[in-house]
């Protein structure tokens, strides 16, 4: 896996030929779905010209992935699983 600088913490994931990113963010970001802050807009646009598309990118917060990791891994289970690569 190649490493990307973006401005929030994100890691890339591969299944096979496919790939997808998981971009955290802070749980004050979380407070609403439909929000999103500058910087992990701007993330979501470095990921996408380093080829991972917008639709294969799942956000968490940290609180989730502490107390709920099974949700943050189905979800990226889940967008692993579709599409193409």
Do not use: N, W, Y
């Amino acid at each position: 896996m190649r490493e990307v600088a973006t401005p929030a913490p994100s890691c890339l994931v591969a299944s096979g030929p496919r790939q997808a990113a998981l971009v955290v963010k802070h749980p004050l970001e979380a407070f609403d779905q439909a929000v999103a802050s500058p910087r992990i807009a701007k993330t979501v646009d470095v990921l996408a010209a380093e080829g991972i598309e917008p639709d294969r990118v799942v956000v968490a917060d940290f609180h989730t992935m502490e107390a709920s990791p099974m949700l943050v891994k189905e979800a990226l289970a889940t967008v692993l699983a579709s599409g193409c690569p």
